[in-house]
């Protein structure tokens, strides 16, 4: 039987982390976060500046892609707090795991230590032939 943590996280952000009893403690995310309130939601963003100029790298592509993701939400009035979803599509399974040091450092220095539940696809490519990674993101800003 399947048993609802207690909340991880402060309750005035609205969110609760779902844990089922006995399951492993997740590292970098969350088996699921049952949350209420005004949903935010981007597309699917990539690692390019203002000017479209890709960021040379995965990993600094991933910054900046996290970057764009919390200029979106912050225009929906949400915080990388209220992050719910994540999901991440990668042109290369192997450039991922081969950079997780690295992108755990760049995910806690732009998103902070709140990790919410997220997957992980490799694709054959992307729209835009630059792009290493490209993000979708959904949020809930509490009542």
């Not at 719910?84 to 902070?112: C, F, H, P, Q």
Request: proline share 6%; charged share 20%.
């Amino acid at each position: 039987m399947s048993t609802i943590s207690k909340p991880e996280v402060p309750a005035t952000r609205g969110l609760q982390l779902l844990q089922p009893s006995g399951w492993r403690q997740p590292k970098g995310y969350a088996n699921g976060v049952m949350a209420e309130g005004r949903l935010v939601m981007t597309g699917g963003v990539v690692g390019w500046d203002v000017a479209g100029r890709f960021a040379d790298g995965f990993v600094a592509q991933v910054r900046q892609t996290l970057e764009n993701i919390v200029a979106i939400l912050a225009e929906g009035g949400a915080r990388p707090d209220h992050l719910v979803r994540l999901t991440w599509y990668v042109v290369d399974m192997d450039e991922y795991v081969s950079n997780l040091k690295a992108l755990g450092k760049v995910y806690r220095e732009v998103i902070g230590t709140h990790y919410p539940s997220m997957a992980l696809v490799q694709i054959v490519r992307l729209v835009e032939p630059s792009s290493r990674v490209e993000i979708e993101a959904t949020a809930v800003v509490p009542r």
